[in-house]
């Protein structure tokens, strides 16, 4: 990308990429059950893809099918990406997140949990998340540990935008069951130090430490109830 882009400041917080939508909740969630069937298809797709040994008029046939689809489903796009939207009740949605966006098919299918200590996530991670022969990517731990790392320092009530991010990569992480981790463990002014790890069966492959920040000038919301 060439342009200049606008910092994650306090006035692009404001007036960027979040932007405020008067849908109702409930339409939100109708909506939201619709495109994340579609998105899990599309990751069984890419999963399908990877790892099929069909011939190859096969694989032409169904390129040519999946772009007929495509074009359906550009008869009505937005302009640009999905951004971040809010209504009344503070219900938001970010349905092209890269890590939880219930619309996105490269988005792995992370359902995070917030408690008293910070959040976790149980994931299953396959095919496409592979670095190593059997391991996943150090850049996939990396941007699942970023996301959830900066969940546990918003704790769903600020933002927080990562400054800093350290990996210590212990071992190779396997595909397949891993649990994420993230718990706040200090607070400086507008500063959050965050802990994070992934771990297998056996015990923590990757952990990390991040500094993460407030934009000034953001507000902070009281404390909502953990789910
Ligand atoms: C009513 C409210 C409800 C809200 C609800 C919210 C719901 C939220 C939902 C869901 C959570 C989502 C979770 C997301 C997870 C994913 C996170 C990401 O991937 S974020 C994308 C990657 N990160 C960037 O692109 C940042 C780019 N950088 C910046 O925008 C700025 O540099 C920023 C904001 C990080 C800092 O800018 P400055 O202008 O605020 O910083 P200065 O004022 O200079 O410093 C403040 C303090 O921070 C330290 N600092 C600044 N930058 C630092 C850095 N990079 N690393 C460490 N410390 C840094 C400074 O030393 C200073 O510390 P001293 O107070 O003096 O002790």
């Known amino acids: 990308m060439t342009s200049r882009q606008p910092s994650l400041r306090a006035s692009a917080w404001q007036a960027g990429g979040f932007v405020r939508d008067d849908t109702p909740t409930a339409e939100v969630e109708r909506r939201e059950a619709v ?3 579609l998105a899990g298809t599309v990751r069984d ?11 190859d008029d096969e694989v032409h046939r169904v390129r040519d099918d999946l772009a007929a689809l495509v074009d359906r489903l550009r008869v009505s ?5 999905a951004g971040v939207r809010y209504n009344t009740e503070f219900r938001s949605w970010n349905w092209g997140n890269a890590v939880v966006g219930a619309a996105n098919g490269i988005a792995p299918p992370l359902r995070i949990v917030h408690d008293s200590d910070g959040c976790h996530a149980d994931v299953v991670l396959g095919a496409a998340y592979e ?4 391991l996943v990517h150090g850049g996939v731990s990396a941007l699942l540990l ?8 918003s704790g769903r009530r600020r933002t927080a935008f990562t400054g800093t991010l350290t990996m210590r990569y212990r071992r190779g992480t396997p595909l397949g069951p ?5 718990r706040i463990v200090g607070e400086e002014r507008r500063k959050i130090f965050v802990a994070g790890s992934i771990s297998d069966a056996d015990g923590v492959t990757v952990e990390a430490e991040g500094v ?3 934009p ?4 902070t919301a009281p404390e909502r109830p953990s789910t």
């Open 35 to 37: 495109i994340e069937s």
């Open 45 to 55: 797709l890419i999963d399908a893809t990877i790892r099929t040994t069909v011939e």
């Open 77 to 81: 796009q937005l302009p640009g990406p």
């Open 131 to 134: 670095g190593p022969p059997g």
């Open 146 to 153: 970023d996301h959830i790392m900066g969940e546990t320092a």
């Open 178 to 182: 891993l649990r994420l981790e993230g």
């Open 212 to 214: 993460f920040i407030q």
């Open 216 to 219: 000034a000038g953001t507000p």
